[in-house]
């Protein structure tokens, strides 16, 4: 840096000045010795800090403090007479309500809700055989007609299963209702009750008391998949 005087000049010898130079260093050796000199302190600096140890930071602070390391090993022991908690493992099952199931309108969706009515499970092997019973007194094509697809006598006006419903949903809740209140669908209901393979409780059904043809012993009876079919609006009363 060079330093100038208040008139914006450089400095000159004054008067009576040797005018020899020998023995002083000039002005601009001694300007490149000092920004040598400098050069090197910052150097210098700069290695101390590379060479210093770095600072542990908090972590080891807090381990120095509390006289925790890494490799410490923690054991636990517990007394052989002690009790374990009981873990409860209880089961939950979704339930599908009335509601949604009058709305899907098919014939599956029917077969569920007298499930539901009855409060049965509501399983897969259930609703294979109440379809199929469906499917045996009424056909496929016209499960709901008289919005009875069991032909069901309890309710309907008529004892021999010829009545009929105003909606749907009443038909669902009066099968229920003989399901669970009628002597003589004991051995059908003990099989729902258990969501026995829909051969099971298809077997219950033909050796019942009130069917009078037993299906033929079987003969009669269809035990494929039933296809899904949706009855009118109407018959559900929307």
Known sequence: MRVQHPGGRHGAPGRGAPSSRRGRMPVRGIRRLSGAFATAA???IV???ALAPLDGGPD??????????GDDVQSVEIAADAQHPTVSSESYTASTGPETLVLG???HDWAK???VEGEFPVTDENV???TQWMREENGPDNWWNRNNPLNNGNGSGGGSGLGSYDTLQTGAYYAADSLRRLS???AIEAALDASAPAGTTAAAIWASPWATS???NGGHWTASHVPVVEAPASAWGR
Do not use: C, K, M, P
């Open 214 to 216: 037993h299906y033929g």
């Open 113 to 115: 809700l007298v499930l």
């Open 128 to 130: 294979a055989v109440i």
């Open 184 to 186: 003589f669908y004991d």
């Open 42 to 44: 910052v150097f210098g």
């Open 47 to 49: 290695a101390t800090l």
């Open 60 to 69: 080891e602070a807090v381990a120095e403090s509390t006289g925790f390391r």
């Open 105 to 107: 309108g098919t014939n």
